[in-house]
């Protein structure tokens, strides 16, 4: 009865412990700079229906950008 128990208790460890990979991680995206374009435009295409000035800011944090100027042809990750 012992044994049966211990082996009961060792199968649920080892099926409650199974890791589940998260469905919210992605991979991120990215987006080469066009000739005028500016990061609130490139936040609002991204990020259609978010407060641009967030989207704005997860762009600058993700790509270590201290202001807002950006360069043609410079490639961004969108996180």
Known sequence: ???ALAALLC???????????SRGASPPRHHRVHAGETLWG??????????PREAVYR????NHIPGSQIVAGEKLVLP
């Open 42 to 51: 490139i936040a609002e295409h991204a990020y259609p229906g978010d407060d």
């Open 1 to 3: 009865m012992i044994t």
């Open 11 to 21: 199968a649920s460890a080892f099926l409650l412990g199974e890791a589940i990979p």
């Open 59 to 62: 762009i600058r944090v993700a």
